[in-house]
Nanobody
Framework: VQLQASGGGLVQAGGSLRLSCAASGVTFSRNSMGWFRQAPGKEREFVSAIRRGDGNLYYADSVRGRFTISRDNAKNTVYLQMNRLKPEDTAVYYC??????????????????WGQGTLVTVSS
């Protein structure tokens, strides 16, 4: 199983980026997908998730209303559209896959597969 995250970069505060995570070696449609991030000197934290099947969406309070998660099962890809970026959004962003999650269970780290991460830097 491979999860390849891309789309990170340097952006000014208030700007936008779209992250992508392409999955291979897994039945993508049967997996719930999540995004996590880890800022320098801080612990990894949940950002967003999209559940398999019904497509329920989950967001951390810090990004709700600014970030949007989506998936394209035909392309085996999950996206994270990030708008109105803030310097505190600076982090390495990781995508992850798991067979099932529900509610706040989608927020925890109990994912089966993890990507390598892509760096997002937001300048003030």
């Amino acid at each position: 199983v491979q999860l390849q995250a891309s789309g990170g970069g340097l952006v000014q505060a208030g700007g936008s980026l779209r992250l992508s995570c392409a999955a291979s070696g897994v039945t993508f449609s049967r997996n719930s997908m999540g995004w996590f991030r880890q800022a320098p000197g801080k612990e990894r934290e949940f950002v967003s998730a999209i559940r398999r099947g019904d497509g329920n969406l989950y967001y951390a309070d810090s990004v709700r209303g600014r970030f949007t998660i989506s998936r394209d099962n035909a392309k085996n890809t999950v996206y994270l559209q990030m708008n109105r970026l803030k310097p505190e959004d600076t982090a390495v962003y990781y995508c992850a896959a798991r067979s099932y999650c529900s509610g706040y269970g989608c927020h925890n780290f109990d994912y089966d597969y993890w990507g390598q991460g892509t760096l997002v830097t937001v300048s003030s």
